[in-house]
């Protein structure tokens, strides 16, 4: 039995009228009897009444009109469902990426994608970066936006946003009056630091320290940025933290932009080379109003730039 067999049957059976049903199907009447001949033998039962005068259907061509219609609905659901998946508009994306990278456009972004593909389901995949790339290559993510990405052949990267790099310190503290701050400037002080083995973004600011030309004192390792803002508004060092990740300040912290040269926190996007219609989407939404929510964003937290007064 085949699909055109039921769209054949139900034609006839909601018409009771064999020419009827031909004409509606665009084909000629012989074939059409051959077909629902070719049906009724195959099941084993006779779907129809016919007669010189009428065509009616029986109790068997009456339960199976019912779930004819079912299965033809499901059938064109299940086309236009594979077409809208390859055309991008319908399926699911899975996005890897750290806690503070959500901080910055990321939830902007996917705002916006969801109005605009709203067939589409996203999935966040909130890991450590090696264990992004490591579900990337196992297809268990589409995508990752993260900091400092890994130099790979196989992989696609490219800029998602421009994010700096700043200082979280006490507001007490000395540095927070300070109009403009360095990496030298916190040479002398503890420096709390994003747990070393597991983020790539606190060995670059550990290495810019160095290039500045001192170790930092490490006095402390946390795992979440959060973490980082508590600490520092105990009093217990300096950390340096994304851009953006100074909204989930502390209200006891000041945060400070550094002056350049300085590190950066750029984001990047890391796929695939070869990725489908719905990944395709998502990037070019983020091609277009990455930056322009940057910077919207950025105006909006810019009033944390400014020294605390005393």
Request: charged share 25%; hydrophobic share 45%.
């Amino acid at each position: 039995m085949e699909l055109r067999h039921l769209r054949y049957f139900v034609a006839v059976a909601e018409r009771l009228n064999f020419t009827a049903a031909a004409e509606s199907l665009g084909v000629s009447q012989p074939p059409l009897s051959q077909q629902i001949r070719d049906l009724e033998t195959e099941i084993g039962a006779d779907l129809f009444e016919r007669t010189s005068r009428r065509v009616v259907l029986t109790r068997a061509g009456v339960d199976l009109l019912d779930r004819s219609r079912l299965i033809l609905a499901q059938a064109h659901e299940a086309i236009e469902r594979a077409r809208a998946i390859g055309s991008g508009s319908a399926g699911i994306i899975n996005i890897g990426l750290t806690g503070s990278v959500l901080t910055g456009p990321t939830g902007e972004l996917i705002r916006m994608f969801r109005n605009t593909y709203g067939n589409v389901d996203i999935r966040i995949h909130e890991l450590p970066p090696d264990r992004q790339i490591e579900s990337l290559r196992a297809g268990l993510v589409d995508l990752c936006l993260q900091r400092s990405p890994p130099s790979d052949p196989d992989l696609a990267i490219e800029i998602a946003w421009h994010e700096r790099v700043g200082v979280v310190v006490a507001r007490r503290h000395a540095l927070a009056r300070a109009s403009s701050l360095a990496l030298t400037d916190l040479r002398e002080q503890p420096y709390i630091s994003l747990r070393l083995r597991d983020s790539r973004f606190a060995n670059d600011m550990w290495n810019a320290c160095i290039a500045a030309g001192y170790v930092p004192t490490l006095c402390q390792e946390v795992v979440e940025a959060t973490s980082l803002m508590s600490l520092a508004a105990a009093g217990m060092g300096v950390a340096l933290v994304p851009e953006f990740a100074s909204i989930l300040r502390h209200p006891k912290v000041a945060f400070r932009v550094l002056d350049p040269p300085a590190p950066t926190a750029d984001v990047y996007a890391i796929r695939p080379k070869h990725v489908d219609a719905v990944v395709d989407g998502f990037l070019a939404l983020m091609r277009a109003n990455a930056a322009q929510i940057a910077a919207d964003l950025r105006s909006e937290v810019g009033c944390l730039d400014r020294p605390d007064p005393g």
